[in-house]
């Protein structure tokens, strides 16, 4: 059984592996029909990054595991939270408008201008469980589709709330006591690590602590399985799913924070989109497990930060990392696929020898 257990674990391993080498493979192919300097971009992606590259690296990497843990919270009730980018948003615009008033002092200011994040995230994810459990609506169509009413409302509100601050509109700037000026972790580098990128390392805690430790983390998990199960376990499916819905919402809060409070200070036309989308990529990819998301997170990251001197110094556009990170997705989705399959034969074959083994065994005398 031993033997069993390394074996699967490391087929797991080797997934993710095989995976961004078969990208690889792949973005090298594309980059030779396009006549663009293939050893010439794998220099540039794996050259040493400098003290400032591992500082950006470390921040990027914080913010995609926050935004994969809201998207992992809902793969593992077998839910597709699609709407994550909606709902860091909307909870960003929120959150950098009730600290631009200041209406508490420093530290306080930031713990209430977070929790406004949480709840405000929970509350739009909410809309999609409120219609997936009284209206048997798919969560997938519903957070599309705020995803887009999300994006719309925040630019009705900028317009409406917002200052003009040169070229951008944005929320009212926090006050100076409010903003934290990061972690110098790296030395050497001009700047530095986002102080609420804590909130990364403490969300992973709690997210494994909850799955693993905890009656209702096990609901949770038994209801993804099998709802029917989950039922007949007592389990309400219907509350387990609002209650993941509001959980990942909540998380997907916290994704701008790091940024808003280090940062940008407000929430403007110019804040980073998108990232929803990629969190669910380093969800998949880290197999919605706390260790692999961070492994991914840190590898996209990684991709990102690289990508900015492919213009430069190789003349290829930096939108060849995207190709690869795609390909990577695709890759291992099939990959694990293909490692549950053999996971799946090896355990038959190993049920139907000791079968075969008790059937040999003389009656009477014990094996």
């Excluded at 699967?8 to 095989?18: I, S």
């Excluded at 009413?149 to 929320?171: C, H, K, M, P, W």
């Excluded at 805690?205 to 430790?213: A, D």
Aim: charged share 10%; hydrophobic share 55%; net charge positive.
């Amino acid at each position: 059984m031993r033997g069993q257990s390394l074996r699967r674990a490391g087929l797991t391993v080797a997934a993710p592996v095989l995976a961004v080498v078969f990208a690889m493979i792949v973005t090298s192919l594309v980059l030779a029909v396009a006549g663009d300097p293939v050893g010439g971009v794998w220099d540039v992606i794996f050259s040493k990054p400098k003290a400032r590259n591992v500082v950006n690296i470390v921040n990027g990497a914080g913010t995609l595991y926050l935004s994969a843990l809201a998207a992992a919270i809902g793969f593992k009730m077998n839910l597709f939270n699609i709407g994550v980018d909606g709902q860091y948003r909307v909870a960003a615009f929120c959150a950098a408008w009730f600290g631009g008033y200041g209406l508490l002092p420093g530290w306080l200011n930031i713990l209430a201008a977070v929790l406004v994040a949480m709840v405000t995230g929970a509350l739009w994810a909410g809309i999609a469980a409120a219609l997936r459990v009284t209206r048997g609506v798919s969560e997938v169509i519903a957070t599309i589709m705020l995803n887009a009413i999300a994006g719309s409302l925040v630019a009705y509100l900028l317009r409406q709330f917002g200052e003009v601050d040169g070229n951008n509109l944005a929320t009212t700037t926090l006050p100076k006591s409010s903003w934290l000026e990061g972690l110098q972790l790296v030395s050497g580098a001009p700047n530095k690590v986002y102080t609420l990128t804590i909130l990364a390392v403490v969300a992973g805690l709690v997210y494994w602590v909850l799955l693993n430790r905890t009656v209702f983390g096990f609901s949770l998990r038994a209801t993804g399985m099998s709802e029917t199960a989950a039922a007949a376990s007592g389990i309400s499916s219907k509350r387990m799913i609002l209650a993941a819905m509001l959980l990942s919402g909540a998380v997907a809060g916290l994704i701008g924070m790091p940024l808003i409070f280090s940062s940008s200070h407000s929430y403007g036309l110019t804040f980073q989109t998108g990232l929803g989308f990629a969190g669910i990529a380093v969800a998949l990819l880290g197999r919605n497990h706390p260790v692999g998301i961070g492994f991914a997170a840190v590898l996209f990251a990684f991709l990102n930060e690289q990508a900015n001197g492919l213009q430069i110094q190789a003349g290829v556009s930096s939108d060849i990392v995207s190709i690869m990170q795609g390909v990577i997705v695709l890759s291992v989705v099939i990959a694990y696929a293909v490692v549950q399959q053999v996971n799946k034969t090896a355990e038959q074959r190993a049920v139907a020898a000791q079968l075969a083994a008790a059937a040999k065994t003389p009656e009477g005398v014990t094996a």
